[in-house]
């Protein structure tokens, strides 16, 4: 905490000291179904009004493209010059570093809650105007324990004063608890689901696991739609779905 702290004093009501500047994977290409799909999932988010800042985003289990979505939704605020956040909160598994820097031994979240580095030393700035990140960090012994801790709150708190947008990439809900624990401190949680392998069961015990947590559910994701069984010429495969009519 007191490292927090320390950290505040030196930093102005719009702005953050941060470990300076990374170059973030731009070379994902996103057909026209995809970016307009994505547009679509932002306008609903920026319709959700100015009390959802921080979303977490997660799904029922691995591989459900809850890190590309997180990823590439923050991209998308961020180019509309919403000040954006990007979180990853995987400490189990992270894959945003992995996959968009050669850099590998940064200090992330989990150094961050533990107390062994400070908001300036995993803060990290993009090339995308409006576009920054906290890595997950190593690979700690309690993830759910870090992500329950008072300093995640007063981090998210503290975040909230300067960013538009805190977008919150976590594990999946049903193997582990820490997606549960991170909706506690959340505005929203938006539930990927991958068309063709999610279980219906799946999604709703995902769905009741968050509403125990008190988190409000803004909608679903559809992922990996095939467009065989698409109503829309327009969808094709790899675009999403954003359905924000789930039942609350
Ligand atoms: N719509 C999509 N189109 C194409 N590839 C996708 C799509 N969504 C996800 N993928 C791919 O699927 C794989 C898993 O995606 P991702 O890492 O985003 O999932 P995840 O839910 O975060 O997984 P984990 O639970 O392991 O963290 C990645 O290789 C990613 O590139
Ligand atoms: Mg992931």
Do not use: W
């Amino acid at each position: 905490m007191e490292n927090i702290n320390n950290d505040l004093l030196y930093s102005s009501s719009n702005s953050l000291p941060t470990a300076g500047r990374v170059n973030f994977n731009t070379t994902v290409t996103k057909d026209f179904p995809t970016n307009e799909a994505y547009k679509m999932l932002r306008t609903n988010i920026l319709f959700c009004g100015k009390a959802v800042k921080t979303i977490v985003i997660t799904s029922s289990h691995e591989n459900e493209g809850k890190s590309t979505i997180s990823t590439e939704i923050s991209k998308s605020l961020a180019e509309i010059e919403k000040k954006t956040l990007l979180i990853d909160a995987d400490m189990r598994k992270s894959v945003i570093l992995k996959k968009n820097l050669k850099a590998q031994n940064i200090m992330g979240l989990s150094e961050l809650l533990s107390g062994q580095a400070t908001i300036g030393q995993v803060l990290y700035n993009t090339q995308i105007p409006h576009f920054d990140v906290i890595f997950s960090g190593h690979f700690p012994p309690n993830p759910a324990e870090l992500v329950s801790s008072a300093t995640f709150k007063t981090v998210l708190d503290k975040f909230k004063e300067v960013y538009d947008y805190i977008i919150i990439d976590s594990p999946p809900l049903i193997p582990v608890i820490d997606a549960s624990v991170i909706s506690t401190q959340c505005d929203g949680a938006i539930i990927v689901i991958a068309s063709g392998k999610t279980q219906y069961q799946e999604v709703s015990s995902t769905k009741e696991q968050l509403e125990k947590s008190g988190c409000r559910i803004l909608g679903a994701i559809l992922n990996e739609t095939d467009p065989k069984y698409s109503r829309s010429k327009y969808y094709k495969k790899n675009s999403y779905y954003y359905d924000n009519n789930v039942k609350r």
